[in-house]
């Protein structure tokens, strides 16, 4: 299989259940480390270079012309917020987000 492909196949399956769920997430540092190396594992592999090697990740994404996924996430969250916030309030997304415990 060649790199094209082995990217094309990244983008379609494995980003996407990296990124499943993801308008909901509260993402934390350590968090965002796990999806960051683990989307740098996949394109290591890609090009065929180690950690030994000591390329930068920018090199890596500039090489695979990819992203970071956390970034990626923290965009689509916020089309999600926009997209929530031009809901009608009688639509459970809109009322979840505008949700205030009582008491």
Known sequence: MNKETKLRF???TAKAALKFGSEAWVLKK???QHLEAAQMKFLRHLLGITKLDKEKNQCIRKKTGTQNTVKEIKQY???WLQHV???DTNR????ALQYQPKG
């Open 10 to 12: 990244h983008n379609i």
């Open 30 to 32: 350590k968090e965002e």
């Open 77 to 79: 969250q916020k089309k």
């Open 92 to 95: 459970i997304p809109k009322q």
């Open 85 to 87: 916030q031009r809901m």
